[in-house]
């Protein structure tokens, strides 16, 4: 297992699906995340049968607090490329009562870790919506630079906003000190 200051990494099992369905259907979690429409738990269970498929180029992992041993949230590897070297992060601490208190910068820490030095990737990028600064001060702690703007990419709240794109070369992240 991988495993941080504050958090363990684990494989995701089918009981985690009815948590994580709660979180894919609140929408004060779904508004970080671009999902306009609920999740059913069949959709749910459908996404987690397909992420067992070995050839499928994601990697999703649960965001376990070491202390309690709660899933508090999930972070994966997506749009992995082997030729090039890089992959799309992704997280969500969909337990609320983790918000703001260091468990995804530590969670992405680890996946950055497990990232470069046992995938060999090169480079990890994101995407993340302009309003949601705590997420980005969290990203910036780890490493991330601004790379681009998508420009009025997501319509939320009756209004447009802007897509930042964020990216950390290994070089970088092994520059950092972690």
């Not at 965001?63 to 999930?74: A, C, L, M, Y």
Request: net charge negative; hydrophobic share 35%.
């Amino acid at each position: 297992m991988k495993t941080g200051e504050l958090v363990r990494l684990r494989a995701l099992e089918r009981d985690d699906v009815a948590r994580m369905h709660g979180w894919f259907n609140d929408p004060e979690i779904t508004r970080f995340l671009g999902y306009s429409f609920p999740f059913s738990v069949d959709a749910e269970m459908q996404w987690y049968d397909n992420l067992q498929d070995p050839k499928k180029r994601d990697k999703v992992l649960g965001i376990v607090d070491r202390e309690t041993g709660t899933h508090i949230g999930n972070v994966g590897l997506h749009n992995i490329d082997w030729v090039s070297a890089h992959a799309e992060v992704g997280i969500t601490i969909g337990d609320k009562r983790y918000w703001s208190r260091g468990y995804g910068s530590d969670a992405m820490d680890v996946i950055l870790s497990y990232a470069f030095s046992k995938m060999n990737l090169h480079r990890v990028y994101l995407r993340v919506y302009d309003f949601n600064l705590r997420a980005i001060r969290s990203y910036e702690k780890c490493g991330f630079v601004r790379e681009g703007v998508q420009r009025d990419d997501y319509y939320c709240d009756g209004a447009y906003h802007d897509t930042v794109i964020m990216g950390i070369l290994r070089e970088e992240y092994l520059n950092t000190g972690t």
